[in-house]
Every structure is written in structure tokens, then in C-alpha cells.
């Protein structure tokens, strides 16, 4: 296993479609999966997407603490879940707003709204197929996940950039506030 560079905003990796994954099985994607799995952990992150790690493949893994999850019954907890070529059903049409970080655009935090219940699937390559309906931060972390294989980072789902900030300011703020 290994301890990857995770590239940052401007590089041009993050903002290209990634590439569907042929055999979600073979040995690379496997290694790859460990690799990325420990990337995340030592950056202290809850999901990375091979883009991060200027591999342009559609893989993402990610998982959910408790200490994320919101009082929604669907948003529950999971271990780390690696998804091979994922696609994301949106249900309903109501929105929720949340904060949102990224190790690629270390210290920052935005405000954005998302679709709040989903359907996701995918191959997770060290198990089997996925499928789960999931709300609230699970629902989040996946669509953040999502976007970076279509090359999208968060701010350009902001409604207002004005609420992105650095994250030790946006928090003394909640806590005045509070
Ligand atoms: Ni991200």
C-alpha cells in the first residue's frame, strides 16, 4: 500500500470527466482501492476519488462516522464502501443545504445544497454489486465523491459563494453565533 499526492484545485485532473473502469475486478483496482483507502485516512478525510490522486478512473471510496450523521432514519452509518463506475438516481425534489469540505481545496468550506434522498450503485470491486437509498450526509458524501469523476468540486454547486470561507473562521463564527 501506498500514500498518495492528492492534487489540488487547478490541477487539471479534477476537472475532466474521469474514465469508466473495464475490469472492475483486475489486481490494479484493487491495489488502487488499498492505496486510495489510505490516502484518505492519513489526510483525515471521509471519501476520496481517484481523480484526487491524478488518477483519471471513475473509483471513489468513502464511508460514514457517526459523528456525521444527521437524525434522517435513511442516513446511516456505513463502513468504506469503494464504488467501481458508480451512478446516483436524485428521489424527489427537495434540497437540503450542508457544509462541505475537500482535500483538494485544503482549509475551505462552503455551503452547498444538495439533493437530499438518493439511490446510488455500483461494483464495489472487493465485494460485489451495491445498491443502497440512503439521505443526509451519506446521501452528501456520495454526490461529493460523484461530482469528481465528472470534474466537478463543490463551489460550482455553491447557490452563494459568499458563504465559502476558511474553516477556523467559519467555525469561530458558528460558535459566536451559537
Ligand atoms: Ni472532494
New binding site residues.
Given amino acids: 500500500m501506498a500514500i498518495h499526492r492528492i492534487v489540488r484545485a487547478g490541477h487539471p485532473v479534477l476537472s475532466r470527466p474521469a474514465d469508466p473502469i473495464e475490469d472492475p475486478h483486475a489486481p490494479e483496482i484493487l491495489r488502487l482501492i488499498e492505496d486510495m483507502i489510505e490516502t484518505m485516512h492519513e489526510a483525515t478525510g471521509v471519501?476520496l476519488?481517484a481523480p484526487?490522486i491524478a488518477v483519471p478512473l471513475r473509483l471513489v471510496v468513502f464511508y460514514v462516522p457517526e459523528r456525521r450523521v444527521t437524525n434522517d432514519p435513511e442516513d446511516t452509518v456505513s463502513d468504506i464502501i469503494a464504488l467501481a463506475n458508480p451512478e446516483i438516481a436524485f428521489l424527489g425534489h427537495e434540497a437540503e443545504p450542508g457544509w462541505e469540505g475537500?482535500?483538494?481545496l485544503p482549509g475551505l468550506r462552503g455551503l452547498v445544497s444538495r439533493p437530499r434522498r438518493i439511490t446510488y450503485r455500483g461494483i464495489d470491486p472487493r465485494s460485489g454489486p451495491v445498491e443502497r437509498t440512503v439521505a443526509g450526509f451519506h446521501a452528501r458524501v456520495v454526490q461529493?465523491?460523484c461530482d469528481?469523476l465528472d470534474g466537478i468540486?463543490?463551489p460550482a454547486r455553491m447557490n452563494d459563494l459568499g458563504t465559502l470561507g476558511y474553516v477556523e473562521e467559519v467555525l469561530a463564527a458558528q460558535t459566536a453565533t451559537a
Fill in positions: 471519501g476519488a484526487q475537500c482535500l483538494s461529493h465523491e469528481h468540486l463543490y
